[in-house]
Structures are given as structure tokens and as C-alpha cells.
């Protein structure tokens, strides 16, 4: 079982170096960390008296794993989570914050659980989790993993503009599909075909 600190170092790898992409609602970003999570924690690293784009620049790999461990793992208590969901979920909380929880409520309530999708892991939703996973251990990190997908999917329905995140210039999966199916079996990746199938109604 790999460490958080091995799980975060990947998604730093994942997430890659500086962008700042005008289609993207997370503005400034660097090795996954957005300029408004700086804000947030109060990262001025130029201490110039202002969080912005520069600070962002200047972030270091290793202090972006910091922060994914301290605020997108340890903070909304994932590790209280069955150990084979920490990768997946933690990803999801990296790139949607709230929506990772969101996601797995909805599953969990789908498989006959009552729970509040309010994003917020509370006792009530990581009991839930630990129940589901004892019920079905080799079928609940798969499941999210397709929840995940279709969370993707849904996105780009609703917003053209997010569509390239969602489908190459070429046409083929783009990296938010890729990056769900990182976490799903290769028996539960969709096939060429079906992918088109499924974004054949996009412009």
C-alpha cells in the first residue's frame, strides 16, 4: 500500500507545472495548486503583501505535496476512509475539492445508505464507506473510479468550454477521463468506440 506521501508526490506528477488557462475556473495553477488555495492559506512567498501569480510560480514541488497532504488528505479526514479509496479520492479532492465526498455520497446512498451529499466526510459517511467496502471489497474502488468518470463527463456536457479537458483535439480521451481511469480496472475502461458513443453529441 503506498504512502499519502508517495499518493501525493504522484498527483504533483499528475498535475504537472505552472499553467494558467483562461477556461479554467481554478485560475493560476502550479503542480495542482491554484492561486486561490494560496490565498487561502496565506502564501505569499515573494512577501510583497499579496498573493499572486508570481507566488504561484515560485511554489516548490515539495510544498505542493505538503499542502495536498495537509488540506486535501488529512483535513477532510480521507484517511479515515477504507485504505483502498486514499488514491482515488485524494486525486478527486485535488482536482474538485468538495465534489471528491459529493461523489462517493451519491454512491453510497445509491447502494441503500442515508446519507447528506454535503461533501463533508462526517462519521455518518465514513462508516458508510467502511460498510460498503466490506460488502463489496473488490467492487467499490471501481465504482468510484466510474463515478468519477461520469462526474467528468457530466461537466462537459453542461460546459463546452471544459470539453477539451474531457476529449483531445484528436478526438480521443482527453486527461480528465484518463486521469479517472488511472483509478478504474482496465476491464471497466471504455473502448474507443463507446468513448465516442458518449461524447457524440459534443460539438
Same mark, same amino acid.
Given at each position: ?86 488514491? !482515488?479520492?485524494? %486525486?478527486?479532492? $485535488?482536482? =474538485?475539492? #468538495?465534489? +471528491?465526498? @459529493? ?31 466490506? !460488502?463489496?471489497? %473488490?467492487?467499490? $474502488?471501481? =465504482?468510484? #473510479?466510474? +463515478?468519477? @468518470? ?54
Amino acid at each position: 500500500m503506498k504512502t499519502v506521501q508517495q499518493i501525493a508526490r504522484e498527483i504533483v506528477a499528475r498535475e504537472g507545472g505552472f499553467v494558467n488557462d483562461p477556461d479554467d475556473p481554478g485560475g493560476a495553477t502550479n503542480f495542482g495548486v491554484t492561486i486561490h488555495t494560496m490565498r487561502s492559506l496565506g502564501l505569499d512567498l515573494d512577501r510583497d503583501g499579496s498573493v499572486s501569480i508570481s507566488d504561484v510560480r515560485a511554489l516548490t514541488r515539495e510544498q505542493a505535496v505538503d499542502i495536498f497532504v495537509r488540506h486535501y488528505f488529512e483535513k477532510p479526514l480521507i484517511a479515515l476512509l477504507p485504505d483502498p479509496l486514499h488514491a !482515488s479520492v485524494f %486525486d478527486m479532492y $485535488v482536482n =474538485a475539492g #468538495g465534489n +471528491a465526498v @459529493r461523489i462517493l455520497q451519491r454512491m453510497l446512498n445509491e447502494m441503500g445508505h442515508d446519507l447528506a451529499v454535503d461533501g463533508v466526510l462526517g462519521p455518518k459517511s465514513i462508516a458508510a464507506a467502511q460498510a460498503a467496502y466490506l !460488502s463489496a471489497p %473488490d467492487h467499490l $474502488v471501481d =465504482a468510484y #473510479g466510474i +463515478a468519477r @468518470r461520469n462526474y467528468y463527463f457530466r461537466i462537459a456536457d453542461r460546459r463546452a468550454a471544459s470539453r477539451k479537458y474531457a476529449r483531445t483535439r484528436s478526438g480521443h480521451k482527453g486527461g480528465w477521463i484518463r486521469r479517472a481511469e488511472e483509478f478504474i480496472s482496465a476491464k471497466y475502461h471504455l473502448t474507443e468506440q463507446q468513448f465516442q458513443q458518449r461524447v457524440a453529441t459534443w460539438v
